[in-house]
């Protein structure tokens, strides 16, 4: 048996900026001046008081940045201010929920005492993306990860005497309060691990956020500084209070809507090759409808009724277009594939076998037995099929890039691509590209192979793996990052005002500037 003492977190002050400001360049004094003269004023003896003390000195290692956030300084700005801080590029192992898309960050530390010490954290995120997207020049690496902005600032205070650190909690919040008035007190914050937080407290300073807090730690062992990433921020998407922020509720939506009704419109368009016709059409358009709710959310479900219309208007659609010619028919599959998915089904229990999975499977569909959800999974065999029987068509063209979204995965167990999705994505993405170089999708696939690419690069840099993972994909990382960045300059090129180019943009200037991906596209675990 071990006995573990935690240390605590004498402190925890954070800054978030939530919006963009004007432009303009001042000095250090005039815009710590300027931050004072924003906030409520202090008594001249209040200002000595606080200045003197160590709360003061953590309470201003950050008060003293609110400018900086506000005009969302640069990192080369930064760096011109803050000389001796040292700068920490992004890496999937430096990166945490819920900050896991920041570029860079400096790194302070100053002596509090004999045994205690400030530390800050100064985070800056991807410049704006331009519009429509396009990826930077081949610059070197310190001039592109310079141009990334400021969007959270973090001091802390670690301290063994968990009695002199909650009377730390105390005296921050009373210095703070100084500077942005009363503020709101023990509240419930919103961050990783914030369950243990004590003495909290919360500002809102024009479009900036300031919380502080005691903590025996942030979710691990050892106490270790809060990482942040978007919730609701303009650049870290950073939300301190446990609200949904509109704004970041409204670019999911988006996000959402955009997907789906890229879905649907391609099942519209297989329906028009199909050309089927008579009541077998009309309920599929019906269940169409049912699919594509009024407010293309995900709150929005079909019920238990609507999905057995839905379901049943795929089979006798199938039943129908089993007579067509070979490209119509594929449409048909692609349609009814697609259709299917979108109904969230089947909900069947384990062994269950209603006679309306016995004429689906009649039709070539097959299921799997998903234990980790305990549901069936439809292993998109229509898919499949509507790719072997128009390889060449537009039908085949939709089935084919549908699969490629999907990294070439349909068994619901991570099993039909051993040896990575990506890999998949790679090889089959550059013998479509080869064997048919005219084709409409093209521009997809050079995204969807970049995607692929820097998947690699992530792994190479811990993303998902830990180091001895991580180590065997390292030989290929350099020349993924090449190959990455030629299939996104060639898309840019042909395709860069679409919804595709400005998800993968990000990725893509990350990619420019030297650094990993923040995500993965084509990785799949079942375990």
């Not at 238990?304 to 277009?321: P, R």
């Not at 299917?340 to 004429?359: A, D, K, L, M, V």
Request: hydrophobic share 40%; proline share 6%; net charge neutral.
């Amino acid at each position: 048996m071990f006995l573990v003492r935690r240390r605590l977190v004498l402190a925890l002050f954070g800054v978030v900026c939530i919006t963009t400001a004007s432009s303009g360049s001042k000095t250090r004094s005039e815009l710590s001046r300027e931050s004072r003269e924003q906030s409520a004023p202090a008594s001249p003896a209040a200002a000595a008081a606080r200045q003197a003390s160590f709360e003061g000195n953590v309470a201003r290692s950050t008060l003293d940045e609110l400018p900086h956030l506000r005009q969302q300084s640069t990192l080369g700005a930064w760096k011109t201010l803050h000389g001796a801080d040292s700068l920490e590029l992004y890496s999937p192992k430096l990166a945490s929920y819920p900050n896991e898309n920041w570029c860079a960050r400096m790194v302070s530390e100053a002596p509090l005492d004999a045994d205690r010490k400030v530390k800050r954290t100064a985070y800056f995120y991807l410049p704006a993306e331009p519009n429509p997207p396009a990826l930077p020049p081949n610059l070197p690496q310190e001039e592109l990860v310079s141009q990334c902005r400021l969007g959270f600032v973090w001091s802390e205070v670690e301290d063994a005497d968990s009695v002199r650190a909650e009377a730390f909690g105390d005296a921050l919040r009373d210095s703070i309060k100084m500077d942005l008035g009363p503020g709101e007190m023990d509240l419930k914050l919103n961050w990783r691990g914030s369950s243990n937080w004590r003495k909290t407290a919360l500002w809102e300073d024009g479009r900036l956020e300031i919380a502080s807090a005691a903590t025996f730690g942030l979710g691990s062992a050892k106490p270790t500084p809060a990482t942040i990433v978007g919730a609701a921020a303009e650049i870290s998407g950073i939300r301190f209070r446990g609200v949904v922020d509109i704004r970041t509720a409204t670019r999911a939506r988006e996000n959402y809507v955009a997907r789906r009704q890229l879905i649907w419109s391609r099942i519209e368009e297989a329906l028009s090759i199909a050309a089927l016709g008579g009541q077998a059409e009309t309920s599929v358009r019906a269940a169409l409808k049912l699919v594509t709710a009024a407010d293309g959310w995900w709150s929005r479900l079909p019920t238990d009724s609507e999905q057995s219309a839905i379901i049943d208007a795929v089979d006798q659609w199938l039943i129908a277009s089993g007579s067509l010619p070979l490209a119509r028919r594929s449409a048909a599959l692609f349609a009814a594939d697609q259709l299917f998915q979108e109904s969230r089904g089947p909900r069947w229990r384990e062994g269950e076998n209603p006679p309306i999975r016995q004429r689906l499977e009649a039709q070539g569909a097959k299921f799997e037995w998903l234990h980790i959800g305990d549901s069936y999974f439809y292993t998109h065999t229509w898919l499949r099929e509507a790719l072997r029987l128009d390889p060449d068509g537009r039908a085949g063209e939709l089935a084919f890039l549908t699969l490629m979204e999907m990294g070439f995965e349909t068994s619901g167990k991570c099993a039909d691509q051993p040896e990575g999705e990506f890999r998949a994505v790679i090889a089959q993405g550059q013998e479509y590209v080869r064997r048919r170089p005219d084709s409409a999708i093209k521009p997809d696939l050079h995204f969807l192979m970049a995607q692929a690419y820097g998947d690699i690069v992530a792994l190479a840099a811990g993303a998902f793996y830990g180091e001895p993972e991580s180590a065997k994909y390292q030989p290929e990382a350099a020349p993924a990052r090449i190959r990455a960045i030629e299939q996104y300059r060639i898309a840019f090129d042909s395709a860069n005002n679409t919804p595709r180019a400005r998800e993968a943009w990000p990725d893509a200037w990350r990619l420019v500037a030297g650094l990993p991906p923040s995500k993965l596209h084509f990785f799949c675990i079942y375990d």
